[in-house]
């Protein structure tokens, strides 16, 4: 093979839609230190997922001042998981390497990883916060929809996560995919001894475009679904199903499996995932059904209402005992419609204003009422004069 026949290592082509790009990893350069697009769109995703959920807790019951922690703890947890995945898994390579180990800024992050991280961790603060669970998880999966669906696109940047040989009009090729092909299929490399067979000439499958149209596809889908959740935890488990069928298939495309022998972890994962999801919705649909009054969004409870009011009188400067709610029953509080994205502030202000007038002096009713008996008295008089 003659190298004089690559692309250049930036160039990145998709042959048969006639497109053709230059992109350079590295965005730019701060103080020596090179800033990677991947880390870039990794940090976007993020942010775009917390400017959808924070505003939306409401609609799941939550307080997002004490979920605000959970969230950070769920993001540290999710990169370190997502990494330490990564290294066990292909251990061989960074044995005794702490640098290679450290440096995530060429890629090297395993979702499922990342879930099992950001899980544990978040939980953990979620039970130290007492926040519910359940609902914290739905509100959740519409996050990692979103960072998952942008995050994608860090692979394209680095040329990676790509799949086998194709001949879809979706077909892209790179300098640095024909490189990573041509070393891999030498005896010894990993494609080599997976026993797949590619030619670096030819256009691959861009599993990365695959996978984020269907993560925010799947947003798009359980965000409009989460207004009609039937339980807590619903959201959730359809965003395994949802994840674990495409990453199931778009798995079996990919180059760069981890490998448990002949078995591509992620692939026998997510299979599990799918399978266990789908039970488990069938079993509490069926539950649902049996006894409604057993599965009640904790949107609905009292508890979720109190602390949410709480949480906006502590906002509006009021502060200790003077925030909490006292004496006030669920029907005073009817103030969510899992209708609408927020509930209505002005409604609150009204509920306050309520509050306040419970606890004016009774005088005014007694004079109330003595006014009432010298109408009534007038009134008799006046009957009496016109018989």
């Known amino acids: 093979m003659s190298t004089e026949t690559l692309l250049e290592p ?38 775009l997922a917390l400017i959808y959920v924070l505003p939306k807790m409401k609609r799941f019951g939550l307080d997002s001042d004490r979920c605000i922690d959970a969230i950070i703890g769920g993001v540290i947890g999710g990169i370190v998981g997502a990494r330490i995945y990564y290294v066990l898994m292909r251990w061989d390579e960074y044995k005794g390497d702490w640098k290679a180990i450290l440096n995530t800024r060429q890629g090297g992050l395993a979702i499922y990883g990342g879930i099992i991280g950001a899980l544990l961790i978040g939980l953990i603060i979620c ?9 914290m ?15 994608r ?3 394209f940047f680095n040329q ?8 879809s009009f979706l077909g892209m090729t790179g300098g640095t995919i024909q490189r990573t092909i041509s070393d891999s299929m030498q005896m010894g490399g990993d494609m080599y001894e997976n026993g797949l067979n590619m030619l670096w000439e030819k256009p691959v499958h861009p599993c990365f475009f695959y996978e984020s149209v269907w993560c925010l596809l799947g947003f798009v889908i ?50 599990v995932i799918f399978v266990a999801s789908v039970i488990l919705q069938i079993v509490f649909f069926s539950k649902k059904k049996r006894d409604p009054e057993s599965m009640v969004l904790y949107v609905n409870t009292e508890e979720s209402h109190h602390l949410i009011e709480e949480s906006r009188r502590k906002k509006m400067g009021i502060s200790g005992e003077d925030a909490k709610i006292d ?16 509930f209505d502030e002005s409604e609150l202000d009204a509920l306050s204003d309520d509050d306040d007038d419970d606890e004016a002096p009774a005088k005014p009713a007694e004079a109330s009422d003595d006014k009432d008996e010298n109408t009534a008295d007038e009134e008799s008089g006046e009957n009496k004069e016109d018989k």
Do not use: C
């Open 137 to 151: 998880l739905d509100i959740t999966a519409l996050g990692l929809l979103i960072g998952q669906g942008i995050g």
């Open 10 to 47: 930036h160039e990145i082509q998709f042959p048969k839609l006639g497109w053709d790009f230059s992109i350079n990893p590295t965005a730019f350069t701060v103080f020596g230190f090179d800033i990677q697009w991947y880390g870039i769109i990794i940090t976007l995703g993020l942010i």
């Open 127 to 135: 039970k130290v916060r007492k926040i519910k669970v359940l609902p």
């Open 153 to 155: 696109w860090g692979n």
């Open 327 to 342: 004496g006030i029953t669920d029907d005073d509080m009817d103030i969510f419609n899992d209708d609408d994205d927020d």
């Open 222 to 271: 359980l965000a409009f679904w989460s207004k009609r959740r039937k339980y807590d935890g619903q959201i959730f488990l359809m965003y395994l199903a949802w994840y674990g069928a495409e990453r199931f298939v778009v798995e079996g495309l990919r180059t760069d499996s981890l490998m448990l022998g002949n078995i591509r972890i992620s692939q026998a994962l997510s299979a």
């Open 160 to 167: 990676e996560a790509f799949g086998t040989n194709t001949d």
